[in-house]
């Protein structure tokens, strides 16, 4: 329970407003840190949105009559709870927290191994990757990894038993926990057999690094860790790419790890062919937890500083700044997800920036002689900036924001797509949203649907996005994935 002028957070400030959506989120004004974990839903949903059932993930509360922690997410944060399947298909895998739902500023707790004294919000709680078999039985593993920050995203190696993840760390003002560097970015987790709490996760283990410096003529390095604030991970013909789409610091672009050493001498590159997947943690600094610089951009994607970037997600490609999942329909064609700016400007009945996007909603890009060549960005039907009606909300405008409580759609976070038959893909998304909500990531946002022609270098003029669903008030729609299918 939280009673406004009375709840001390854990941050130290008192709370502002109570514990009711969507007003809850208001404290956001006096706490940046704030969050609440709220228990985690996997809908089992058809092709055309219909849902055939719910499967709830085990938290602290249901998972202890299994002998489980379980885990749960933080309820506002739009960077969470992407879907990954693993390398064969057999499982599907994401991240969260080994803490009860209704913990307040969990998501950005130091861990317990990596113990940061300049973060303002002192707990201690480790970051999970669940998994979740074609067997319907959950496995989770702890990690000290994206300490004063969050798990996004994790993929499981079947050959080796490895998770390959994604996320950030840091919520301080230093950099000299070398765990804050070495545990951030991308990261290689070996998966636990043993029961939550018989586990003891050591230090994290870096699975690649990148600096600023790589690229030519960068001679000033950034704050260390934050060049690998990475959003999302994927793999695929065996080589694992990630996206970084938010922060100051870095190049918001694709990148891959390159475990050959020679496919970039300078920074930007393409994966060496029949290169194997890391199978080993990278080396690092013993004292400031650098990870060697072994990812590369790659080539055709934007190289420029992401504090460079005056318009972004508008106009020329290299814009383009909240990258999130990606997937490829093979190996000449990539998308990309762009997840808007967050910008709620907001004039007469429109959120206006968000409006005038070309870049977010679902990229497409090619593959030409050697260079990612992009081509034009799935958004139509998306009605970016177009506010749309929730039962449930407020109405009126939010006081501490200034803005309507109706959402609107600002681009794509987390998508998954399926190669047809007829030379199309159907690519299904989760959106992000703006709207009156003070952390905008509890806004309810849709799960949407579009195809499109693989062969196309412009957009077919008939291509628009379906929607599939629409969270309720209250709920919010995170990773989207094909269900895991048996190999045995």
Not at 77 to 85: C, D, Q, R, T
Not at 455 to 476: F, I
């Amino acid at each position: 329970m939280i009673t406004p002028g009375v709840t001390v957070l854990p941050t130290g400030v008192t709370a502002i407003a109570d514990g009711s959506f969507a007003h809850v989120w208001d404290n956001v004004s006096v706490d940046p840190n704030f969050g609440v974990t709220a228990p985690i839903y996997l809908d089992e949903v058809t092709s055309r949105g219909t849902r055939v059932g719910t499967i709830a993930v085990p938290d602290a509360t249901t998972g202890s009559k299994r002998g489980q922690a379980g885990m749960t997410s933080s309820f506002s944060s739009k960077s969470e709870l992407a879907l990954n399947l693993s390398t064969n298909g057999s499982a599907v895998t994401f991240m969260g927290y080994a803490v009860a739902p209704n913990t307040i500023d969990a998501s950005n707790a130091n861990t317990p191994g990596v113990l940061d004294p300049t973060n303002p919000d002192a707990q201690s709680v480790y970051r999970t990757i669940a998994q979740l078999g074609a067997d319907g039985q959950f496995r989770f593993t702890l990690t000290n990894a994206y300490s004063g920050d969050n798990g996004r995203a994790a993929i499981l190696n079947n050959a080796t038993g490895q998770y390959y993840t994604a996320g950030n760390s840091n919520n301080g003002t230093g950099t000299s926990v070398s765990g804050l560097i070495s545990g951030t970015g991308a990261q290689l987790v070996t998966a636990s057999r043993a029961p939550e709490q018989e586990q003891q996760p050591g230090a994290p283990t870096p699975v690649g690094g990148f600096s600023v410096t790589e690229l030519p003529g960068v001679t000033k390095a950034d704050k260390l860790g934050k060049d690998t604030n990475f959003a999302a991970v994927a793999e695929y013909d065996n080589v694992l790419y990630y996206t970084k789409g938010s922060g100051s610091n870095g190049v918001d672009t694709v990148y891959f790890v390159d475990t050959t050493g020679t496919a970039c001498p300078s920074g930007v590159g393409t994966p060496a062919a029949h290169a194997p997947l890391p199978t080993a943690a990278d080396t690092y600094d013993a004292q400031t937890g650098q990870p060697a610089d072994d990812m590369c951009i790659l080539a055709g994607f934007p190289t420029g500083l992401a504090k460079a970037i005056k318009t972004p997600d508008t106009g020329a490609v290299s814009n383009a700044a909240d990258f999130g999942a990606l997937w490829f329909a093979d190996s000449s064609t990539l998308y990309v997800a762009d997840a808007g700016s967050g910008d709620a400007t907001y004039s007469d009945g429109s959120y206006t920036t968000a409006a005038a996007q070309s870049l977010a909603g679902i990229q497409k890009w090619s593959l030409v002689d050697g260079s990612w060549t992009y081509d034009y960005t799935l958004n139509t039907g998306l009605d970016l900036g177009v506010p749309y009606t929730v039962r449930g909300l407020p109405t009126g405008t939010n006081a501490i924001t200034g803005t309507p409580w109706t959402p609107a759609v600002d681009g794509i976070r987390n998508f998954t797509g399926q190669v047809n038959r007829d030379g199309t893909v159907t690519l299904y998304g989760v959106t992000t949203s703006i709207g009156g909500v003070s952390d905008p990531g509890a806004n309810p946002n849709k799960l949407v649907s579009v195809t499109d022609s693989i062969s196309a270098t412009t957009e077919p003029s008939r291509e628009h996005y379906t929607t599939l669903e629409t969270a309720n008030a209250g709920d919010v729609l995170r990773g989207v994935s094909f269900a895991p299918h048996a190999t045995w």
